[in-house]
């Protein structure tokens, strides 16, 4: 079976930097495109990043270019995403995907069709 952990949240100050963490197990990650999702409440899940691959194409939405970077670790089994000039409206649940690349919000047949982590906080605060 999948699973998918996430970690590297927690509060920081607008404008600073966090690098979060997915880490996977009864998978190898490099077989399979990895997104990064984030909700907040009332709000729907939605896509942040993505990467097709190790080495390969990565997507992020139009609100968080040139801000957020996905990369994928030498061990095979993790990706990160590394959150830099950080806005309070960044402050989310973000969660990581298997298999599921989107830059827009996800449809309740993606939810229930994909693998996801518990999520890890991020509060973005003065």
């Known amino acids: 079976q999948v699973q998918l952990v996430e970690s590297g949240g927690g509060l920081v100050q607008p404008g600073g930097s966090l690098r979060l963490s997915c880490a996977a197990s009864?998978?190898?990650?490099?077989?399979?495109?990895v997104g990064w999702f984030r909700q907040v409440p009332g709000k729907e899940r939605e896509g942040v990043a993505c990467s097709t691959g190790r080495d390969g194409a990565t997507y992020y939405a139009n609100s968080v270019k040139g801000r957020f970077t996905v990369s994928r670790g030498e061990d095979k089994n993790t990706v990160y995403l590394q959150m830099n000039s950080l806005k309070p409206e960044d402050t989310a649940l973000y969660y990581c995907a298997v298999d599921l690349c989107s830059t827009g919000s996800v449809t309740k047949l993606q939810i229930d069709s994909t693998s996801w982590g518990q999520g890890t906080q991020v509060t973005v605060s003065s």
């Open positions: 009864g998978i190898t990650l490099d077989y399979y495109a």
